[in-house]
């Protein structure tokens, strides 16, 4: 654990003096990933690293993800080291993934939230990468459910992979269903960070990585190169 916590200190410190105005942790080393509940030991291996953030970077925005849908454990970690927000792979739904069927807890998680008293933001994707919808219908009729019904505070929008690109067609369409933010969750680089103009904000991690490659620690070059884009992508907004 003590390497790491030392390896994701390092990251983050990357990615913050990099420019970069939020942090997420997940347990992305442990694929193959439970489908729902993860182990004890994983939860607190997770909290352990978050608290370590949270005392290093106190103004920071985290998050928390916990693989591959344990919305109550994230939530529950979020709550205890006072993170700001999580993310849940399949919040309202049923897709087919590489762990198998997976439903969505909508109404777990947002019961759970409110027991905790915690005001922890729902980050939910639709039509997450590595599963596919079995509800067939127009993506953004799932982001309005998952925004609506779902109660989400913000949709997040994936490639079929990770580092694969994200639909700017799809953004557009969800653009318009949804009152909510949404956020481009893969395959964002600086060359092609134009093409997602409706953005509201984006959660990067292949591209930071030294030569691209998602399992080497994060280059603070390829930090201060994306921020750099998404600082001229704001202009050209206004």
């Known amino acids: 654990m ?20 939020a942090l997420i942790v997940e347990n992305f080393g442990d694929a193959p990933f439970y489908k729902d509940r993860v182990p004890a030991h994983t939860v607190a291996a997770v909290t352990t690293i978050l608290t370590k953030l ?6 920071i925005p985290i998050g928390v993800n916990i693989l591959r849908n344990d919305a109550a ?9 006072c993170a700001d927000f999580i993310r849940v792979n399949i919040h309202s739904g049923l897709y087919a993934t590489d762990q198998g069927l997976i439903e969505g807890r909508a109404h777990e998680t947002l019961r759970l939230r409110e027991s905790l008293r915690s005001r922890v ?17 127009d993506i953004g009729e799932l982001a309005r459910e998952t925004a609506g019904r779902g109660g989400a ?3 997040i929008l994936t490639g079929a992979r990770t580092g694969a690109q994200t639909s700017s067609a799809e953004l ?4 318009a269903a949804v009152k909510c933010p949404v956020i481009i969750g893969s395959g964002i680089t600086p060359e092609d960070i134009e093409n997602y103009t ?3 904000g984006f959660i990067v991690g292949t591209y930071l990585k030294y030569s691209g490659d998602v399992h080497r620690a994060v280059d603070i070059e390829r930090v201060r190169a994306l921020v750099k884009a998404v600082k001229r992508l704001r202009r050209n907004r206004r």
């Open 2 to 21: 003590d390497k790491v916590a030392e390896a994701a200190l390092a990251d983050a410190e990357a990615i913050v003096s990099g420019g970069g105005n």
């Open 153 to 155: 505070d913000a949709i």
């Open 54 to 59: 949270r005392d290093q970077f106190p103004k």
């Open 121 to 137: 933001l729902i980050f939910a994707d639709v039509a997450v990468k590595h599963a596919s919808p079995l509800d067939r219908r």
């Open 198 to 200: 409706k953005a509201d």
């Open 172 to 175: 557009s369409n969800v653009h």
């Open 73 to 81: 454990a994230a939530l529950g970690i979020a709550a205890v080291t």
